[in-house]
């Protein structure tokens, strides 16, 4: 039988000097959400949990039921540990402390609690997205200040797919590994072993109805994909859009690829539409520790210093030279 996450996580800590077993306590209680927002996705209609809120979030968009439920049952998981000093979600206007009846722990945490969550009524993956950082040293009562912190210095970022099966794929910076969920036994078990993202592909993911209001080197990259061997590449490319981020990370996890939600003029208050806390950082360090990029186009997610909890930023990321290719057009812009 192959390891449970649990048991690869805390052989992992054991090489780590000074390891005190909280990280592997935090990793447990993010297990149990998932675990249990799994069971809420797939009991679907049969619980009474699809279909919209009728609430707008802190950015204006409309809250499905299953975002609300997810993002309490994240929060109910994690905030009892004694792991986390404070927590942001796509789904809280500000960060929430831990309540003052429970320990307070090391480590902060952004999650995004229900990704692709316009998919879930259509029964399509939706996933969990989350980044953990490490409280500044001393602050016990973390403010939205102490979250804005580069994608460089996250310990650990993961997500969990509820797809066909239920995975949740791990870096903690030593490489990715994938954890599938059994649910006879009730665990996730490594069936992923060190994930790493082929340099080339010949697949690309884009929103094409937004072409008219992306930027040249973007409207250069797509054009020539989709003409291909006649249009000067190499190759003939095939193109996807599930529009939810997990499974297209996924996707670019197993058999390479690159996406891209780029800068475009559609909303000019908006610099993108992905999320930098709990969207494009934690795919950022996944995708890097696969042997991918991940890139604004300008610059590299990972070094953006963060200047607001729900601050957007152009994503293009996945295999290396088709990402360098495309930040290589922008320089050339
Ligand atoms: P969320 O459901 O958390 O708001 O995120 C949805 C995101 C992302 O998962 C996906 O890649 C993108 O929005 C899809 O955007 P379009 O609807 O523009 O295709
Ligand atoms: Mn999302
Ligand atoms: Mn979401």
Known sequence: MSKSLIQFIIEEQRHIPGATGDFTGLLSDIVSACKQIAHDVNKGALI?????????NVQGETQKKLDIITNEVFIKANEWGGHLAAMASEEMDDILPIPAKYPKGKYLICFDPLDGSSNIDVNISVGTIF????????VENPTAADFMQPG??????????YGPATMIVLTSGHGVNGFTLDRDVGDFFLTH???????????FAINMSNQRYWEKPVQRYV?????GKDGGREKNFNMRWV??????????????????????????AKAGKLRLMYEANPMSF???????????GRERIMDIQPSGLHQRVP???????????????HKNA
């Open 48 to 56: 009474g949990v699809l279909g919209s809120a009728g609430s707008e």
């Open 131 to 138: 980044s953990i950082l490490r409280a500044p040293e001393g």
């Open 152 to 161: 460089t210095k996250q310990v650990c970022a993961g997500y969990a797919l």
């Open 193 to 203: 072993p060190k994930m790493t993202i082929p340099a080339d592909t010949a697949e």
């Open 223 to 227: 054009e020539e994909c989709v003409k």
């Open 243 to 268: 529009a939810s981020m997990v499974a297209e990370v996924h996707r670019i996890l197993t058999r390479g690829g690159i996406f891209m939600y780029p800068f475009d003029t559609k909303d000019p």
């Open 286 to 296: 996944i995708v890097e520790q696969a042997g991918g990029a991940s890139s604004t």
């Open 315 to 329: 994503v293009i990321l996945g295999s290396k030279n088709e990402v360098e290719r495309v930040v290589g057009y």
